[in-house]
């Protein structure tokens, strides 16, 4: 299984629909589990600066982990589990980031890494518009229906 070790502001800096919300932690998560990325094969831990919102829970979400830096900041954790990490299973992890520094500590560990940009890339959506019959499907079961109820 591969984790993708997520810069969690890092990343959602760059995704402007997430500028204007009142709560950019559980935005972001909303984005990521609205794309089909995510299962049982590829998971997520995603790295927030800071304690948790009381207030503002973010909802517990399927192959998506939410790690918070409390009192330390995120780039801290996020080397820490590189460091843990990458001596056993470098193989399992990609660090999501644009931080350099956190590259760097990531490929002296032999881990993968991925700029934001490519990440974003790779995110397929759930398109809402695409469920369903098409426009065209809809007129035919439309005409379809015609012929049976009206006589």
Known sequence: ?????????????GIASIWDSSD??????????????FGPKKNATVVFDGAADENRPVPSVPHIKILYSDYSEADDVIRNIIRR??????????VVTND????????????????????????????????????????????ELKKIWVK
């Open 24 to 37: 950019e932690r559980r935005a972001f998560i909303d984005y990521l589990s609205s794309a089909a990325f």
């Open 85 to 94: 990490e990458g001596k056993k299973h470098r193989d399992r992890f990609i």
């Open 1 to 13: 299984m591969k984790t993708y070790l997520i810069d969690g502001k890092n990343v959602y800096s």
């Open 100 to 143: 350099n520094e956190i590259l760097r500590a990531a490929k002296e560990f032999g881990i993968s890494t991925m700029k934001n940009a490519d990440f974003l890339k790779q995110l397929r959506f759930k398109d809402v518009a695409t469920e369903g019959p098409s426009p065209e499907q809809r007129d035919k079961i439309t005409e």
